[in-house]
């Protein structure tokens, strides 16, 4: 019996199906070590707090993969467009918005990103903001007396 079958029967990972991002990833790349540290929870509440899924219309991507993708467009300091393009081509970044896998064919789009920020509004990015600069405080990624209050 072929060994894809034998996974299957099993219900075991598939490693011929899809590209497993625990296994692959190197714990040592920036973004790897930030899902450590990233409270889920928290970011879920601020979603939760300002972004709304409606029964209608085209489903909405998850709140917490768009919070995520503004984290990671923050750190690179990148375009909606970008974040965009670079979320369907690289596996970290798909690590940190919670995907087990890789996602070849999920994709955002740059409208999806500036809809999101717009929902969330000035008081949900204030709330965002502070919370990554305290997650670079907390790993001395900036020091507290270069911020100027």
Request: aromatic share 12%.
């Amino acid at each position: 019996m072929p060994l894809i079958d034998v996974c299957k029967n099993r219900n075991q990972l598939n490693i011929f199906d899809k590209e497993w991002l625990g296994m692959s990833l190197d714990e040592n790349h920036e973004l790897y070590k930030l899902k450590k540290i990233i409270d889920y929870n928290f970011l879920e509440k601020l979603v939760s707090k300002y972004y709304k899924i409606s029964e209608k219309g085209r489903p909405k991507h998850e709140g917490l993969v768009l919070c995520c993708m503004l984290i990671i467009q923050s750190i690179y300091k990148w375009s909606d467009e970008r974040a965009a393009k670079m979320f369907s081509e690289n596996p970290y970044y798909q690590n940190l918005c919670g995907f087990q896998y890789f996602q070849k064919e999920y994709k955002i789009s740059s409208f999806a990103i500036l809809r999101f920020r717009q929902s969330l509004g000035e008081s949900g990015i204030s709330e965002l903001l502070a919370y990554t600069i305290k997650i670079a405080i907390d790993t001395e990624l900036i020091k507290k007396k270069t911020l100027k209050m």
